[in-house]
Each structure stands twice: as structure tokens, then as C-alpha cells.
């Protein structure tokens, strides 16, 4: 199969893959960076649990053509805490706060919560949870989540 | 003492950090040296015979291992009552019908070896409404059951039927009597985290199965039963879980895809993963059991209930998981939920072309509670008494003995029925009422305690503490998100006296813990938390011990050291007989003191170095700290009435909700819901929210826009644009009242909390519309199209 070559930040480094030109950018941060974070939750780009974060913006992984990441920046969950493993203060409060229970919706959500609090530092819950509403999660009920992210905004600021 | 340091404490679930940094291994992310993927061909047709299949052309596409039809495989039967194969040969009846499946190199390669196997079908007659499969003369299902023995009828030979009491006595005793006809459809879990194993064998074919169940050791035995009859027999299994993204009865059953898994392990002498798809998330799993009840119940002139009769019909579709034991937990609220001293049900589960089914959070009781509490609202309407009174009239109480007999020990029901009045103002919205807007309540008793529904209801725990104080619980359950690593270390901190970061907690191994009959129905905090708690004792008699023997030469050796540092040190004069016996002694947060001076300056010592002391001294007698415990509990299997007392606990707990209608669209919204629930005691606070708030999201789903659309027996919507389950955005303002009674069973009086949450949810949504505008919907889910054109009838 024809393969591209893109290169691209990926948590902050600079970084090159030579993939079939047919994969997307989760399969990519998968299969070719074993960065097991992203989630294919359903493939399709309904379910959120491959989202990460595009320049800047929350996007699902799973749709995303990987020749279109050339030039851009990724950040993932492996990349969101800091170097010395200081947990961002979203991650705490997902922990502190049990917005987490089976995981599985968890990087996802995270990262969708991350670019919204880059962006909106003290953001309202309607917009909380706007920003989570394209990742879904059967366990939680979402309201722990949205408590959590609203814990980690206060942190932040 | 009375005072818990961890128990009752919301201690956050930080044992599970690697799920919030993306290093959580599930099944996705589980590779092994050399791993083939496996993919299954499903059926084209709901019932049609296998004329011929060709699997030359997809043999031939490179990077396939091995291609596997059920002419391949010995032609063993599996299941609940063995009503199916693996692959299925000659015949298929429903679309999900296992025809074929590949391992290949790659997923790619093996989804396009699928395509390339051709099948040549032969349309037999079908029947999807279980009504129409019932009648005589309507296509038969299976020529023939598990025996070769020829089959007349759909019906399943599974007569579900309890009777207490006398129903006509009952009803002449009533001065009122409703009947009503409900029915529920068919929902998926919509576990986040797809389906999947992998299957290796190593060359003297035992088997390790990296898996997802939440019944490791049942699995497991099911597995040994399989493999006994396809050569294997006296071959070792292990079942190994990985990290499970979510369950809620989709891990309760050994699904086909796990036996095809191991077939083409065994084939091709690789590991093999099969993973689905989200696809085949909501076609090829079997999904929540619907069910169609005609109920009718009566009462006296007081409001006292005095019948109820119930029948039900189960769309059972082409084989049978658990869903067609549903009606074994539908017996539970329609015996017990509420004193009703005559009862009547039964169950008939009929085979269709349909899917067929299997357990979800609450297993039957959400079904059934839809039934029962849409009967207790037309009943307190037709007798004229507030449905809030007349849940109070009527509610269980501490000490009674249920029809089923289902010993009620602890209840908090009428606190949490009055909870709920009070919180959603009741009294005040019932007399002003508002236009189109309305409040309905919904109550529930769910098992646990446990449940014994195999003969072993148990749960297995061996405990160890090592010379640094690390405590390591080797549990015999598994987490599928519920937080029990977090649960169980803080029970075993309070009960062993240590921290809860001492603990580790090995979960989900057949290799590495004893039995337990599976992380289902309520039953895990309960069941581990008392094996735990039992185990801690050996544990710390073991400590103890030493400590007697120890402690006064630790103490002693510091002082002499003392007084080589410092000469004019002078060695205090101490009662040694304080800690001379065992059970004079106790340990908490780490410490070992005597009771009757737990603050003594001399002898409160760090367990670790008693450990320590115990483990290193010189030959032949050192000892290590390691115990292990077996907890099944005192309770009773159904009898042949389907009678016992199955559970040590039972849950209860009422939903109460206030809806506004938008008569325009038939749109729902719901403006508060209130979650009062008797949860004995919360071990953790925080995570015993996250369950009720989880189970009552579900519940919702399940009231207003969850349905799988099967038409003529296929999945129209398997998808999560076309199936709607809730998202963030839809607000559901929950208030939660934990009421804690202490149950004397329970592990720190702590109850099962898993399931309670959705049961009542539904119904008390509906009760809530009909005092809204009226008019009652008695089909899940309720959708705007449904209520607007019950309205429009009601014109």
C-alpha cells in the first residue's frame, strides 16, 4: 500500500511516521507511536473516546486523514502531564473527583476538557459540558466529569 | 475506637492514575509476540439453511492463517441450555449467526478474507413477533433441542412460575382492581470499551485467555467444559482480565466470539485477538431482554394491597444466554416490592429470528419494576390515594418476610419514599398543579447481599503482608470500573489497621485467587468486603502474635542501644504483661499498641518492624504473614417454588422525578430527579455516587431514547447516531439521598449499590408524564412521537 510520510510535533517533540497513506491519525498514535491513550470507541467519529488535541483543538483521531497532520501539533494523554510526571490538574481531578470509572471514555474526555480550559479558563458549566458533549461515557452520568473539570479550572486559575 | 479512618472517607481512586495518563492496558492496546487477528462472517439471512460454503478464494489471500467454518470444528453445543454451536453448520436463525471466521495477520486482511468467502443460503420461513412464534403452525426456530430430541412448539422449556397466597382470595378481598399492559424493548449496554480477547495456547495447549468477563472462575469452568469436549479435556486454563471498559452484563456470559477466538488459537498455534467493532457492539451482543406483562393488581378500601397477578411474555430470539433468566430477578419486585400478600407470575420465553439476549444492570428487575410500578400508580388512581401515600401504606419493612420468602433485614424505604416527597416539594405540586407539569415516583428492592443463584455464592480472598508492610489482596472478582480496587484496600486498611496506600489489590485471575461467582448482581462490595474483613482477622491474629513474641526484645534491644549511646540513660520500668497477649493488642494506621493504652510512649509500634522481626530470625523459624479466607454466606438457593432466601440484604430505594411536557413536540424534560437510596452504609461516599448517578443516566436512556430498532431481525441502528444514549448535554439535575440504616450483613453494614440506581428510573418517569398531561404511555422508551400521539388520541 502507498505510504506517506508526515511529520509533525507529537507532545512536543518533533517527530516523523511513514504510514499507509489510508490510515487515520488515531491508527497512526496507535499502531506506529504505541500511543494507547486514544481509544476507537466506534471508528466513526461518534463516541469521542479518540479525541486529542490538533493545534489547539479537540478533534476525533479516528476520522482524521493522516497526510493532513503534516506541520501541525498533537498533543495526546501521554503528553498532557508534565516531563517529571506532575499530573495536569485535570488529570487530579478526574482522580480526586471519580470522573473516572471503567477509563475507557477518560483520555478522551480529558482532552476534550483540555482544549476547552486552553481556551476558556473559566468556562460556565453549560459550556463544560458542551465541550464534553461529543465524548460519550455509559458509567458516570457525566456529573462527576463536569464537577471535575469545573475542580481543575478552579486549580488552573 | 468506633471512629473509621477509611471506611465512610471518599479516598479518591488514585490506584487507578494510569487511566487518567493512557497507560490503562484494555484489550485493544494488548499485544502478544505473534498475534494473529480474528474476524467472524455473520449470517445474511434471520433463518436460512447453509447450502454450501467456499472459503478457497479467501484461503488464498495472503497474510491468512486460518479460515474456520462449523465444518471445521467438532460440533459441540454451548450455552445457557446448549442451544447452539460455535459455528453454526446447516442452519442459521438470526443475522448475528456465527458462519465463518478468519486469523490473519492483520485486522485488514482478515476483514477482507471475510468479504471474499462465499456463502450460498437457502431462505427458510421466519417469525420475530413472539406472539406469532407461540401459535401453532408458525416456522419452528430449532427442529430440535440440545438432545436431538424434536421440537413442536418455540416455547422454551423454561417455565418461569411463582405463586404465593391465593389470588382469588385476593381479589374478593379487594375493593379495587387494575389491570394494565406494559413492555419494554430491547437496549444495548453500550460498554465504551468494545468487546475482546485473546486466546493463546502455549505448545502443551493449556490455554490463557486474556479477557473481560466479570465471572472469571465461572468463565473458566465453562471453558474446561468446552474443551473436555473437543479433545482438550484435563488441559489448564487461566482467564486473565484485562482492564475492562465497562461491562453492565455484556461480560456475565462466555460469548461465541471467545470460543471462536480460542478455535482459531488453537488452529493456528498463535495468540489470536478478535475484537469487535462498534457495529458489532449492537448487533452481535446480546442485549437487554424485552419483555410484554399483562399485570393486574387490587387493594382493599385502606389502600392495602391484596393481589397481584402478572404474566409475561420474552422475546427469547434464535438462542439462549441469560436474558431468558430474567424472569428469575422479575420475581423479586413482583413478590417483594411492596407487602402484597398474593402473587401470581409467569414467564413464558418463546424462541424468534430475533437476537437474543442476555444480562444488564439489574438484570430482569427493570422490566418488571416497569410493570409493578406502573400497576401501583393506576391502582392508587382507581382508589383515589395519593400514589406517594399509597407507596407508604404499602412499603416493606425491617423484619418482614416476603412472599418469595426474602428475609428483610434492614430497610429503608420509608425514608426513602418520604425523601423523596420532601425534596421534590410533593404534597405542594400534587395540589397546584401546573400545566403539563407533573411528578411520578418509582420504588425498588434489589438483592444486595449477594445472590445465591449457583450453588456457590462465595467469594475467595488470600491476604499477605510482607517485611515492608505492603499488603497484597489477592481478590477473586473483577473490576469493571466500580472502583473496587479503591473499595476493598480501604476495608482492608480499617479492618487490618494499615493504610490504604499498603495495599495492592490483584483482581481478575483465576491464577492467582480462589473462587467467587462473579463481580454481578450488587454483590461485589459485599461479598469480597466480608471475605476481606474475615481475612483480615486471620491476618492480624498473625501479627499479633508476633508482636507478643517480639515486641518486648524490640523494646528492649532499643533501650540497650539507648544506653551504649547515651551511659547515664536509665531504662524506664515497664508492665511487659501489656503486651503479653494477642488479644489485648490491636493494630490501626500502622501501629500496634495495647488496647488498654493505645497512646503507651514505649509500647506503640510500626507493624513493619514486628513483620520484619518475624520473618528474619536465623534458621528454622521464621514465619511470613499470609492468610486466606472463604466467605459464602448463610443464605438459600430458590426452591422449587422459587422460594428462599437468596441474598443476605436486600437494597431499596424510591426515584422521584418532576417533568415538564412540551405538549407541542412530545418532548420530555426532566426538571429534578431525586435518587433516595437505603446503600446500608457508604464505604466510599464519592464512588457510591458515581453508581447512582451512572445507573440513573441509564435509566433515563432507558425511559425516554434508548432502543435497539430490530426489524425483521435485524439491527437497523447499530450505531451511536441512530442509538441514543444520553450525552453531557443532556442535564438530568439529580439530587442523591443516601439513607444509611447499617445492615448487620454487610461489610461495615455496607449493602450493594450497583444496580438500584436504574431500576426504578424508567417508571417513575412515566408515572411523573401521566400526572403531567395524562395520558400514560406504557411502551419504553417513551419518545416524543409516542406521547404525541397518545395525546392526540386522548382528543
Known sequence: ?157 | MSEYLYVGKSIPRTIETDKVTGRAIYIDDLKRPGMLYGKILYSKYAHAKIKNIDKSKAEKLPGVRAILTGYDIPDVRVGFIKDQTVLKKDVVRQFRDEVAAVAAISPEIAEEALGLIKVEYEVLPTVFDPVEAMKEGAPLVHEVDARGRPLKSNILPLPWKFYAGDIETGRKASAYTVKDSVSTTWVNQCCMGPSGCVAEFDMNNNLTLYDQTNVIHLGKQRIMEYFAQIGLKGKKVRVVNAIVGGSFGTKLDTDIYEFICMQLALKTRKPVKILFSREEEFFALPPRQPAIFDIEQGCDKEGRLTFRKCEALLDNGAYTSWGATTPSVMMMPMSSLYRVPNVSFEATCVYTNNIYCQAMRGYGNPQANFAVETSMDTLAEEAGIDPAEFRLINRNQSGDETPQRLKITSCGLEECINSVKEKLDWDKKKKDKKKARGVGMASLIHVAGGARVYMSDGHGIMIKVDQNGCVDVFESGTDQGQGSPTVISQIVAEALGFKPEDISLTMGDTGLSLWDAGTHASRHTFMAGNAAIRCCEKVKKQILDMAVQYMPKLIKGGFKRKKRKDPDFVQPDLDYSLISNPEDMDIRDRMVFPKSDPDHPYFKMDVREIVRSGLHVGVGDSRVVVAEEFYDPPTEMLDREMKGNLSMTYAFGTTGVEVEVDEETGEVTILKLIAAHDVGKAINPTLLLGQVYGAVYTGVGYGLTEEIKVVNGRVMNPNFRDYKMLTAKDVIPITPVVVEPGDEAGPFGAKGIGEPGLVPTAPAIANAIYDAIGVRITDLPITPEKILTALNDKQ
Open chain 1, 1 to 157: 500500500m502507498k505510504k506517506v510520510s508526515v511529520s509533525f510535533t507529537l507532545n512536543g517533540d518533533p517527530v516523523t511516521a511513514e504510514v499507509p497513506v489510508t490510515w487515520s491519525l488515531l491508527k497512526t498514535l496507535r499502531e506506529y507511536f504505541e500511543l494507547n491513550g486514544a481509544k476507537k470507541g466506534c471508528g466513526v467519529g461518534e463516541c469521542g473516546a479518540c479525541t486529542v488535541i490538533v493545534d489547539g483543538d479537540a478533534v476525533s483521531s479516528c476520522l482524521y486523514p493522516i497526510p493532513e497532520i503534516e506541520g501541525r501539533s498533537v498533543t495526546t494523554i501521554e503528553g498532557i502531564a508534565s516531563a517529571e510526571g506532575e499530573l495536569h490538574p485535570l488529570q487530579k481531578a478526574f482522580i480526586e473527583n471519580n470522573g473516572v470509572q471503567c477509563g475507557y471514555c477518560t483520555s478522551g474526555m480529558l482532552m476534550s476538557a483540555k482544549s476547552l480550559l486552553d481556551q476558556n479558563p473559566d468556562p460556565t458549566e453549560d459550556e463544560i459540558r458542551t465541550s464534553i458533549a461529543g465524548n460519550f461515557c455509559r458509567c458516570t452520568g457525566y456529573i462527576q466529569i463536569v464537577e471535575a473539570i469545573g475542580m481543575a479550572a478552579e486549580t488552573i486559575k
